[in-house]
C-alpha cells in the first residue's frame, strides 16, 4: 500500500468514526474524582468495564460490569437537589441532609425504568437492595450535604442513600435505631437490578 493510498483509507476510517451514533460511544466521565458508579441496567455509560487494577475497592468486592456510569460532586450537584430532615440514629436529633433523589440519579445514569430494584453498596462493602417501589416511595436521597456543609469521607459521606423516615409513618413507628436498615452511609456503587 502506498503513502498515500494509506492516507486516504486511515482519513475514511476516522471520517466513518466521527459519523457513528453518539449512543455507539460511551461519554467521557466528569473531570472530578469519581464518587458514584452506577453498574448493570443503565443506558447511558461514560465509562467503560471494571478494570481489576485500578478499580481496586469493586475488585476486592468482587463486582463485575462492562460499562457504568460514573458521576463526580459536580455531576450529583447538576441534578435538582433535594432537602429532608429525618431524625437520625447517631445522635438522636434531627438533621438537614441535601442531594438529588435518588430516581433522578438513575434516570441520569439511564436505569432501566422497569428495573426491579437497586443494590447500593458502601465502602464498607454493606450491600442492601431496595426496590424500585421503594426509592419511590420513600423518596430516597443521595445525600451529598450534612446541615449544609459537604460530607466527609470517615463520617456520614461522601455520599449516603437515605430517606426521611419521620415523614412515613410505618418507618416513624419503629424505634428510631430501625428505621435506616436500607440506608448505607459512604455509598460508592449502585447496581441497577432487572425485574
Known sequence: MTKRNFLRAA??????TAALPAAAAPRAVSPGPVLLTVTGEIARPNRGPIDHALDQMMHKQKLEFERAHA??????AALPAVEIRPTLEYDGKRHALRGPLLADVMRAAGADPKAEGYVLRAIDGYAVMVSREDALK??????????GKPMPLGGLGPLWAVYEADAFPDMAARPVSERFGLCPWGIYHIAVRKA
Not at 482519513?11 to 466513518?16: C, D, E, Q, R
Not at 458521576?71 to 450529583?76: E, P, R, V, Y
Open 11 to 16: 482519513a475514511s476510517a476516522l471520517a466513518a
Open 71 to 76: 458521576f463526580d460532586f459536580a455531576a450529583l
Open 138 to 147: 420513600y423518596r430516597f436521597i443521595v445525600a451529598t450535604h450534612l446541615d
